[in-house]
């Protein structure tokens, strides 16, 4: 380690050098104050100091504020070297920075304790600012291809668009999603699949300007965000992008393939989102029509005003893309429709006790969904499958309920059948494919010991392991007919003794973590603690 000496007494000066030398220290040695600050200004400046209180050129202590003025990273310890011992001249050197001091003539074993404590205090330091410097990485960034993280996004976003709007300049926004990438995963396995998106994203960075953002969005889906930049410009740069992705072949020794990209072009300017959000909403729906009409193109999003009247009659030139939109816009609708006509039903069948249930399992689900930062659409996505849940697992228990009178234990087939019959009922409803996939896994172990295909791990969708955390906290605070409501710090021990095996031990750290910082359970602070010390252990195991 370096360590700087600034001392004008020669023989002192001398003596500190050969002791330190002889203590495996790189010895930078001066003469005066001046010469010495000049060296902590440089690169690569040691961060232990040895400083004379008198001195020409700048004192001791001038040098003591002045690095401290300054903040330095990593720290600077700083020990004084004095022949003044009263207390008010102590404390004068103390307050302004040093960390020590030791008067002259200097004990060699006084003066080795006070640099190894000092020495300490530096190494500690740095190790505090690499893992900073770790947990700010991961903060910010995505693991897997180096992007700025999702996370992060939310927040330049925000701030970009605020800034846009406030100094009147243009935002655009693209939305970049691999086609047929769960093609590529299925064909050629994850390991190639993960290879492609590191070279790819590696392809966005090159192609993006220095000033754009380039963000993994979620799965082989990525966002640019363009500051000053138009949709003209937005559309050049998408363009390129693509244009660039369908020449490009992946090769990693063993595969070789080509991924072409499908992308959405949305723009503050001349779209007119009313937040940010909404820009991105934009260039969703434009990603969605590149998707619809064929893939490997680029969309810009088209504003809902397309049908507008000209000299009193209806234009009738229109974009064939925004008609496709309309239909989606009013299928979705039907979808909705769809769910409130089914909970109807079941609610004239005399199951409107079982509402309160749903309602809590779904506001869990949107808390742990948002928690996990899903966008808003997968989120509603998992609340429609809850529904459907719910509903379904009503309807056919009044319609096996004839087979099962006089049986203490209904059928073991019967039972683990239902997630089966659930996913049939699902395809009546086309466009519930997600929520089918879902359901039918709900019940499947995080440790592959649940049925109806034993799925473990990530194996199983994220939204089914989501609704299983979800469905079991309500189901433990409720009354029951045959058992009796847990109480909170029973509710927790449960999650905490069944994360890893039942439950996906992330999505209880996350509802440990959504439950103590909205009180939504009155627990103690001890339990709490205590369970998310046994779910941290349990995430170990599973992901070591």
Not at 360 to 374: A, K, P, S, T
Not at 429 to 441: C, I, P
Request: aromatic share 8%; hydrophobic share 40%; with cysteine.
């Amino acid at each position: 380690m370096k360590i700087l000496i600034a001392e004008d007494e020669n023989t002192t000066r001398r003596r500190l050098e050969k002791f330190l030398e002889d203590m495996d220290y790189e010895v930078i040695s001066c003469k005066d104050g001046l010469v010495a600050w000049e060296v902590i200004q440089s690169e690569n400046a040691p961060n232990l100091l040895i400083l004379d209180w008198m001195m020409p050129g700048m004192n001791g202590v001038e040098i003591c504020r002045k690095v401290r003025e300054q903040a330095r990273e990593p720290y600077t310890y700083i020990l004084l070297l004095t022949m003044k011992n009263k207390q008010e001249d102590i404390v004068c050197g103390m307050e302004a920075g040093a960390d020590d001091y030791i008067t002259k003539p200097f004990n060699q074993n006084e003066l080795r304790v006070r640099l190894k404590a000092g020495r300490r205090i530096v190494e500690l330091n740095k190790e505090l600012l690499d893992a900073r410097n770790v947990l700010r990485k991961k903060a910010l960034y995505d693991e897997l291809t180096g992007l700025y993280n999702r996370h992060y996004m939310v927040e330049i976003l925000e701030k970009e668009y605020s800034r846009a709007l406030r100094y009147q300049t243009d935002l655009s926004c693209l939305l970049i999603d691999i086609d047929y990438f769960k093609v590529v995963n299925d064909t050629f396995g994850h390991i190639f699949g993960d290879f492609i998106l590191r070279e790819f994203s590696a392809c966005l960075k090159r192609e993006a300007r220095k000033h754009d953002f380039v963000f993994r969005y979620g799965g082989e889906e990525f966002m640019i965000l363009l500051p000053n930049t138009g949709i003209e410009g937005a559309r050049s740069v998408a363009e390129k992008i693509r244009s660039v992705c369908e020449s490009k072949a992946y090769k990693d020794g063993a595969n070789v393939t080509i991924a072409t990209v499908s992308i959405g072009v949305a723009s503050v300017k001349h779209h007119q989102p009313s937040e940010s959000k909404e820009l991105v909403a934009f260039a969703d729906k434009a990603l969605y029509r590149s998707k619809t009409e064929g893939r490997n193109r680029v969309s810009v999003y088209v504003k809902d005003s397309s049908m507008q009247s000209i000299e009193g009659k209806v234009n009738e030139t229109r974009d064939f893309g925004y008609l496709k939109e309309n239909i989606s816009s009013v299928l979705e609708k039907t979808k909705k429709a769809s769910i409130q006509s089914l909970c109807l039903m079941v609610r004239n069948l005399g199951a409107s006790k079982y509402e309160k249930h749903n309602h809590q399992v779904i506001q869990y689900i949107g808390l742990i969904g948002e928690r996990f930062n899903l966008s808003p659409s997968i989120i509603e996505s998992f609340k429609n499958a809850a529904l459907l849940h719910d509903n379904f697992k009503i309807l056919l228990k009044k319609t096996l309920k004839s087979k099962s009178k006089g049986l203490k234990t209904r059928d073991r087939l019967e039972i683990e059948s239902h997630p089966d019959m659930m996913a049939e009922l699902t395809e009546l409803f086309n466009f519930f494919a997600n929520e089918g996939s879902l359901l039918q896994h709900h019940h499947e172990n995080f440790d592959g010991s649940g049925y109806p295909v034993g799925l473990k791990g990530n194996e199983i969708p994220l939204g089914a392991r989501i609704f299983a955390i979800a469905d079991a906290i309500v189901a433990m605070l409720s009354e029951r007919p045959f058992r009796k409501s847990l109480p909170p710090e029973k509710v927790i021990e449960e999650f905490a003794d069944n994360a890893g095996r039942q439950f996906d031990p992330k999505l209880v750290f996350m509802l440990f973590d959504i439950i103590e910082k909205q009180g939504l359970l009155s627990v103690p602070e001890a339990v709490l603690m205590k369970a998310k010390e046994k779910v941290q252990e349990a995430m170990v195991k599973c992901y070591s």
